[in-house]
């Protein structure tokens, strides 16, 4: 199964887009990428998913290149409540316990 | 909303003894899972149920049992603990396979004396 790497942590100003990305390398046909957001004291809840170009919803985007080695996370205009730390998940469709979560990236946005 | 509740926020304990861990949720979810969360390392997961009775073993399966005798319950077991099982331990369920998101309950941290 794919192992995850995303940068430890990243500081970003109010009102900027973010963007964390997640490498896959060794990412399998029948793996979903899913990234999730913790804040302290809480388990984490669910941001977005996809298998392959772009997804949105109402609170970011999620790129997905062609070969699929990496998936990039974006946040558009983030405020003080978006610090949080958000990892990113590769799962595999078949398979009852095939997934892996990265080691989470620790986003600090400043006023 | 799906909630999933873990019975202790925070929990102390001995080395040896026998603790148990419980997670319930309440939206008939067919899949629960349990993790543990350590800094610098993110969730590896322990055990999977996909159904009552039924458990598959994570990447880290040693030191835990579980145990699912109700849908809606999915307990933790460590049979004998130790210090090196402090740690965040963090339940989620699931409606469905993969391309359904998991709801986490908000932790249990353990502390093994």
């Known amino acids: 199964l794919a192992k995850t790497t995303q940068p430890i942590s990243m500081d970003s100003y109010e009102g900027q887009e973010v963007n964390i990305t997640c490498s896959h390398n060794?990412?399998?046909?029948?793996?979903?990428i899913t990234w999730y957001q913790q804040f302290p004291s809480q388990g984490p809840r669910f941001i977005i998913q996809?298998?392959?170009t772009k997804v949105t919803n109402e609170v970011a985007s999620l790129f997905i290149p062609a070969d699929r080695k990496s998936s990039t996370l974006s946040l558009p205009r983030v405020s003080l409540s978006d610090t949080a730390v958000y990892y990113c998940?590769?799962?595999?469709?078949?398979?009852?316990?095939?997934?892996?979560f990265g080691t989470g990236t620790r986003l600090t946005v400043i006023p | 909303d799906v909630k999933v509740t873990q019975s202790s926020r925070y929990l102390v304990k001995r080395t040896g003894e026998k603790v148990f861990l419980e997670c319930v949720q309440d939206?008939?979810?067919?899949?629960m899972f349990w993790y543990r969360q350590d800094p610098g390392l993110g969730l590896r997961l322990i055990y999977f149920?996909?159904?009552?009775?039924?458990?598959e073993k994570g990447d880290i399966p040693e030191g835990y049992s579980v145990s699912r005798e109700k849908k809606e319950r999915f307990s933790l077991i460590l049979e004998s603990a130790s210090t090196n099982q402090t740690s965040m331990y963090l339940c989620?369920?699931?409606?469905?396979?993969?391309?359904?998101?998991?709801?986490f309950g908000d932790g249990t941290r353990l502390s093994i004396l």
């Open positions: 989620a369920s699931r409606w469905g396979q993969v391309n359904q998101p998991q709801h």
């Open positions: 060794n990412i399998a046909t029948n793996d979903y």
């Open positions: 996809g298998y392959k």
């Open positions: 998940l590769v799962e595999r469709r078949t398979g009852a316990n095939n997934l892996f």
């Open positions: 939206m008939d979810h067919e899949n």
């Open positions: 149920s996909y159904d009552v009775k039924m458990k």
